[in-house]
């Protein structure tokens, strides 16, 4: 998953610090290296796993697979270390074990240190799913994600969302982006992969509203950061954005871009763009390949704009097996 925007402070001014007393800098050393298995029965659970995670960062998988055994012996609801075992078999390519083992995480999910570690287990699963591939259960993996954002899935906000899809379908996307902003940012990796599978699952009624929460969500983020920065920084355009976004210096403009790459901005926008236009919207497709298609931020999805603008054409369908009866309706669409 994408991480949040941030950019960096700006710098004080010399009145700023000149009064403050001087700080001495201390650095808090790692945990030192752990004495012989047989002789550390008495360390924590969680100086175990921090064990593991240096192992795992240094990809010595076998002794991280040893210390995350350990903690779990001290502490057996303990999912960070569960999830991490799956981390493990996946790279040593047990998906089967992998999947099971991420259950077994999710399952004690609400033992999780930080909540929000749920979505990261959830969209490790995705990945390893459409990787093996195994796309029923990686769009009911998706689908559970989006299913918690409310904007995007309860009620009480239908017509919201069918206000942004009608502003989009007559006035295209800049006016879409100047009238709505979202704040759900843990979803949009879920909606640009569901953007992508729908369509190219010959979806693409479905696909249009999960790219267009995608973009909306990326843009809304940028937007508000730098206008916290500079409050009276006016979104332009899109076309603007991917390339120019105007930040208030160029350090932040190159951190602005970093994110929308990492966020997969452009990807959203291309699979928005043919989607509509498969889905009879060929005016907002043309006008969204046009706009990836002069921007120096695409890279690939520039290439592919400008192929399409030239000789359109469709991706080849992914060959799906029969639908699980156990698959989540999505009926936010």
């Known amino acids: 998953m994408a991480a949040l925007l941030v950019l960096p402070a700006l710098p004080a001014s010399a009145q700023d610090t000149q009064d403050l007393p001087a700080v001495e800098e201390t650095q808090v050393a790692p945990p030192s290296t752990p004495a012989p298995l047989s002789s550390s029965e008495d360390r924590p659970a969680w100086l175990w796993f921090e064990y593991g995670e240096r192992a795992f960062d240094e990809g010595e998988l076998g002794e991280a697979l040893q210390f995350y055994t350990l903690a779990l012996e001290r502490r057996s609801v303990f999912p960070e270390a569960i999830a991490r075992l799956a981390d493990i078999y996946a790279a040593q390519a047990e998906p089967e074990l992998a999947l099971s083992t ?193 921007s120096e931020s695409a890279g690939e999805y520039r290439d592919l704009a400008r192929r399409q603008l030239a000789s359109p054409w469709v991706e080849p369908l992914l060959e799906l097996p029969p639908v699980p009866e156990s698959l989540p309706p999505a009926s936010a669409l």
Do not use: K
């Open 102 to 294: 991420y259950q077994r995480a999710l399952e004690r999910a609400g033992a999780l240190v930080v909540a929000d570690d749920e979505h990261a287990i959830r969209y490790r699963v995705a990945r390893l799913q459409r990787l093996i591939p195994e796309y029923h259960g990686m769009e009911s993996t998706l689908l559970h994600i989006v299913g918690e954002e409310e904007e995007f899935s309860a009620a009480q906000f239908s017509r919201l969302r069918q206000a942004m899809r009608d502003a989009f379908a007559r006035d295209g996307l800049d006016s879409t982006l100047q009238l709505y902003r979202l704040d759900t940012p843990l979803a949009v990796e879920a909606h640009v992969t569901l953007g992508w599978f729908y369509h190219r699952s010959g979806r693409d009624a479905r696909s249009i509203p999960h790219s267009l929460f995608a973009v909306i969500n990326i843009v809304s983020e940028v937007a508000r950061e730098l206008r916290s920065r500079d409050p009276e920084y006016q979104l332009a355009s899109l076309a603007t954005l991917l390339d120019n976004p105007n930040a208030f210096s160029p350090t932040a403009a190159r951190l602005v871009l970093d994110y929308m790459e990492e966020a997969q901005l452009q990807r959203a926008l291309y699979y928005l763009a043919i989607a509509s236009r498969e889905s009879g919207l060929t005016t907002r497709g043309a006008e969204l390949l046009r706009t990836l298609a002069t």
